[in-house]
């Protein structure tokens, strides 16, 4: 097993680790974020068609640093809070397979 190198790496990682519909509902979730939350929407065209990588890589491009932390909030919405154990400053954290 390795470790994640990037944050990029291991946001990949946890979206091949959702299942098909809870990539959907992730995916609605950064459609319907609330701008107020100081997060903005990713428009609704390249989300419907991102598979895990093209994700990955939207998130980083419209939230950069606090892409991880997007990600958290909307990981513990849909309820895999199992996956939200490996972030940093958690107390249990997963290694992952290279994929």
């Known amino acids: 097993m390795a470790t994640i190198t990037s944050d990029k790496e291991m946001l990949l990682n946890l979206m091949k680790d959702l299942k098909q519909e809870e990539l959907k509902g992730f995916k609605w979730f950064l459609k319907i974020r609330d701008v107020s939350s100081g997060f903005p929407q990713i428009p609704v065209g390249p989300l419907d068609?991102?598979?895990?990588?093209?994700?990955?890589?939207?998130?980083?491009?419209?939230?950069?640093?606090?892409?991880?932390?997007?990600?958290?909030?909307?990981?513990?919405?849909?309820?895999?809070?199992?996956?939200?154990?490996?972030?940093p400053g958690t107390s249990c954290k997963r290694k992952y397979k290279n994929y």
């Not at 895990?52 to 909030?73: C, F, I």
Request: hydrophobic share 45%.
């Open 49 to 87: 068609d991102a598979d895990a990588s093209d994700l990955v890589d939207l998130m980083m491009k419209t939230y950069s640093h606090s892409a991880l932390q997007v990600t958290k909030d909307i990981l513990k919405k849909i309820n895999r809070n199992d996956l939200v154990e490996i972030f």
